[in-house]
């Protein structure tokens, strides 16, 4: 499952690094920082508070606002004098030192200073995977008027992760072998249908053991910068501009295309470039001896993305009939231009490699980088640009006899305008006759790749313009209301939309697909109760019932039409195209014999079909015995088709397309080899293609705060969410089809009723699936931290905090499988149980003292207490298979045997750790 949003992705805790959130089941791709999009690491010392806006956000934010935002606001400057330091330790080596100072630098007409120094280290339970951090955060507030101020927020930092690539890698397949309960499976897959991983399989590594090494590196050097203007025109009309620009240098250097490469020997080692382990006899042929090897590309690619925003807002507070009113119109621009380049190696690490290195199968000292040379292969440059225009307004009505408004009225539209620009160039050979290795020979092209202007068929592009130069637009409308029932409890209602384009992607007739869409309805309930004497309430919550709506999320379908390909003719090679193969004996008549890679709509339909499908009694019929044959495949033209009860060819055909065991039986292109091989010219050819799909996210969200005591105090969050697919996976038609590609089986459309209509787009197939869940989030969750502080006594100046995380149950794996098809009601699937419920407790700890004549801060944390690393749920499911050489076959199948496996989910955590801090301030 997929979305340009990124909200297919499975997703669970946010990593320390993460720069994604999911909110209502719908990831946030980026944080922002004061609005803007912020794409570079920042840090807590210069952040004030960070606010999770719940449910479509695109009114004021714009795209990639699906489901909520994380907005940060940056620590504001000081007029009184202060510093605080900061030193912290803990375990996996964690380190960290922080310093921010604040102050004026003019008290007549105020400037004021901050600036804070970062400088972090840590690691990981995990091998290597060692993160530095260093940062400097100056800012500036300054009032040159008694109407005007200006604030400047200023990030500048490196960060490097070192010995960050995979910890293990998927072992080699020697081939097919029955395994202890009589199930035919791949050699490299255990009984819980696990494909074998090199070191924690093969030689019970743990968990912690990373193959890839410490030489790996990622290095990101950014600038972060906004300016803010505040100014007062004249009594309730107020004008905001403001400007952000980052720059981000990344340097990479990783690890691509690993694999185990295997070959196999009857005497010595394999001659072929490698470092080899031998690991004893071919498990499915134990005369040769089965020989391992490592292999992998080194990549030193580098990227640099510059981001220019811009923001302008006017904002009218005015009365009306003695209520409060507020009109705010304003504009957002957003350029971001990505340039990257690949590279491609070009040495080795052992005598006679070229472009790949290698480590011995079993060597687990980590792979080491031993001075490969890479070339340069390819430049891109990736530019978007995003406008959007907003009106907003807020109205107060209706109010009491205390002079307080009632009802509050929120509406506001935004109107969206975007573009996207994809440009590669290729890097040449000056002089063809030099080694790939000659660095200097590899030049880049002063023109870029054809690709920038699309073919016929694709999707529309020029000069790397998508969508073919036309600006793509979209709206997001807000309506909310809200209505105070008392000056305590108020309910609320609001309906918001939110927008994430759809830049690049394009369905099976290449056109592009329109944005991806959210609209929300939310309604809710907030209250303030039983306030103290000095009017801070004892319990306050917020509780909303919601539903998110999407459309345009796109998905992959293996096996769906792809007509922009057709007639984009590819000739096989060594074949001249469209042919005539004859059969043999007296009644042997030609079939043409298409030769071509792509599906030809102008040239004769032609099937391969397995022999096996001819009834016994047909075989010896003229129309068989006649026809053209190889490898157990007859080439059949379909236009000369007869009708069943007089063509055996036509009955073998039903029976073939008709086969629920065998969905792809008529999909074979080629049999043979060589100039003699049968080419077969079927619209099954083109497939694979794109579609969207609608989904919906609905649930509960509260928050509840108590202030029981003046010295305790508890937040509790909670969440129940259910998510499914409610539509789509619309395929295109695809011209000169007929009822026997193979896709009319995935979409479940009987023979007979496919004959009597072969558009595709006309079949809607999607409730099969309708309400099947595409990511991982659990339905219940919760979280709750409880704080109590000691103001009295031998424990004054100490508090205790405990934290308790809850998630429960969860699905394992996405029941979808990319032929859209709801595997939960398909015989001989293997599905992993759930998730079991999990829960992690965390504890903080604080002291308070005063040390020569200075306020210490002393703060212990302490991540999973209980240290639960691994929780293991098991299941099992039920295969028929064919008892003699143990193949999964229908259970309606003569002789069919009926086993049971084992089925297994594992979800690993992180194990304990600790952070303790001591800071002060003066």
């Known amino acids: 499952m997929y979305s340009p949003s990124g909200t297919g992705q499975q997703t669970g805790a946010l990593s320390r690094d993460s720069a994604s959130l999911n909110i209502r089941g719908f990831n946030t791709r980026s944080f922002l920082r004061s609005g803007f999009r912020q794409d570079t690491v920042t840090d807590v010392i210069n952040v004030d508070r960070q606010e999770i806006a719940r449910g479509p956000q695109s009114l004021l934010y714009g795209v990639a606002a699906l489901g ?70 100056p800012a500036l507030e300054y009032r040159p008027f008694r109407d005007t101020n200006i604030f400047l927020d200023i990030e500048y930092g490196r960060f490097r992760n070192e010995g960050n690539q995979f910890k293990d890698l998927p072992d080699a397949n020697a081939g097919n072998v029955r395994n202890a309960l009589g199930l035919r499976v791949a050699e490299n897959v255990n009984e819980f249908n696990e494909t074998a991983n090199v070191a924690r399989d093969r030689f019970g590594r743990d968990r912690f053991f990373r193959l890839s090494g410490g030489d790996t590196f990622v290095e990101d050097d950014y600038f972060n910068g906004t300016i803010e203007l505040t100014q007062k ?134 792979i080491r980088y031993a001075g490969e040379q890479v070339r340069p292969f390819r430049d891109q440059l990736f530019v978007e640009w995003n406008t959007g225009h907003y009106a907003i307004y807020q109205g107060r009505w209706w109010q009491d006899r205390e002079g307080s408004e009632r009802v509050t009225v929120i509406g506001g539209f935004r109107w969206d305008r975007y573009m996207v620009r994809d440009l590669q160039y290729t890097f040449q050979k000056a002089d063809p006759t030099q080694p790939d290795s000659d660095l200097a020979n590899w030049v880049k092209p002063s023109t870029y790749d054809a690709s920038a202007n699309s073919t016929p068929g694709q999707t529309p592009k020029v000069e790397g313009y998508r969508f073919g130069g036309r600006v793509q637009r979209e709206t997001s409308p807000t309506l909310g209301v809200s209505f105070a029932v008392t000056p305590d409890i108020s309910v609320y209602a609001v309906s918001a939309a939110g927008v994430f384009p759809n830049t690049g992607q394009r369905d099976g007739a290449g056109d592009p697909f329109k944005a991806e869409k959210t609209q929300s309805e939310e309604l809710g309930v907030k209250f303030d109760l039983w306030k103290d004497r000095n009017g801070r309430p004892r319990v306050s919550a917020s509780v909303a019932a919601f539903r998110i709506q999407r459309e345009n999320a796109v998905y992959n379908l293996f096996w769906a039409p792809q007509p922009r390909s057709n007639n984009q003719a590819t000739k096989r090679s060594g074949f001249t195209a469209n042919t005539q ?48 044959q190889q490898g157990g495949y007859i080439l059949v033209d379909y236009g000369s088709l007869g009708a069943a009860a007089s063509d055996p060819l036509r009955r073998a055909m039903d029976a073939a397309a008709s086969d629920v065991g065998n969905l792809t039986a008529l999909q074979q292109a080629t049999v043979g080899s060589g100039a003699g091989a049968f080419n077969a010219n079927n619209g099954y050819m083109n ?18 705060y108590f202030n029981l005591t003046d010295n305790l105090s508890s ?13 789509g996976f619309q395929v295109v038609d695809q011209p000169s089809g007929t009822e026997y590609d193979s896709w009319w089986n995935y979409m479940g459309i009987p ?21 099947a869940r595409t990511i991982d989030n659990p339905r219940n969750s919760l979280s709750l931290w409880t704080k109590y502080t000691f103001t009295e006594g031998t424990m004054r100046g100490f508090d205790l905090g405990v934290g308790i995380l809850y998630n429960g149950e969860r699905q394992s794996q996405v029941a979808i499988n990319n032929g859209a098809r709801n595997l939960q009601n398909l015989e001989n699937q293997r599905l992993k149980p759930r998730f079991a419920a999990d829960y992690k ?15 210490w801060n002393f703060r212990l944390n302490v991540n999973n207490l209980l240290d639960e690393q691994k929780k293991v749920t098991y299941g099992a499911s039920t295969l028929h298979i064919n008892p003699a050489d143990g193949a999964l076959v229908p259970s309606t199948t003569a002789g069919a045997q009926t086993i049971t496996v084992p089925e297994r989910a594992v979800r690993y955590y992180e194990p304990v750790s600790f952070r303790l801090t001591a800071g002060t301030s003066f």
């Open 233 to 366: 025109l004249f009594r309730g009309l107020t004008f905001v501009g403001s400007a952000n620009y980052s720059d981000k240098l990344t340097r990479r250097r990783t690890l691509d295309s690993q694999s185990v490469t295997t070959a196999n020997t009857t005497g010595a080692a394999p001659t072929g470039v490698g470092l080899w382990t031998n690991v004893g006899p071919n498990p499915v042929n134990p005369a040769q001896t089965w020989w391992k090897t490592v292999s992998y590309q080194w990549a030193m690619a580098d990227s640099h993305t510059f981001i220019r925003q811009t923001r302008l807002d006017l904002n009218y507070e005015f009365t009306l009939f003695g209520n409060r009113q507020s009109l705010l119109v304003g504009r957002m621009d957003q350029n971001v231009d990505q340039r990257q380049r690949t590279t491609a190696q070009v040495t080795s690490n052992v005598t006679g490699g070229t472009n790949r290195s290698f480590v011995a199968f079993g060597d687990f000292g980590g």
């Open 68 to 137: 909520g935002i994380v907005n940060i606001t940056p620590r504001y400057p000081r007029a009184t004098p202060r510093t605080t330091v900061r030193l912290g330790f803990g375990n996996d080596d964690f380190q960290r030192a922080e310093l921010y100072n604040t102050g004026p630098i003019l008290r007549a007409r105020p400037l004021n200073y901050g600036v804070g120094l970062v400088y972090q280290s840590t690691s990981s339970p995990d091998d290597f995977d060692d993160r530095t951090r260093m940062l400097i955060t």
């Open 687 to 704: 497939r694979n293609s794109d579609t969207a799909y609608d989904d919906q996210t609905k649930g509960i969200d509260l928050q509840l």
């Open 581 to 628: 193969v004859s059969g043999t004996g007296p009644n042997a008549y030609a079939v043409t014999n298409s030769a071509f890679t792509t599906f030809q709509t102008n040239q004769p339909v032609t099937y391969l079909l397995p022999v096996g499908y001819v009834a016994a009694a047909d075989l010896s019929h003229p129309r068989v015995a006649g026809a053209p």
């Open 751 to 771: 023979l007979e009723t496919r004959r009597a209509n072969l558009d595709e787009a006309s079949y809607d197939f999607s409730g099969e699936i309708s309400g």
């Open 841 to 855: 407790i965390n504890l903080g700890l604080g002291y308070r003292r005063t040390i020569a004549r200075r306020m």
């Open 715 to 727: 937040v509790l969050t909670y969440t129940y969410l259910v998510q499914g697919v409610t539509g």
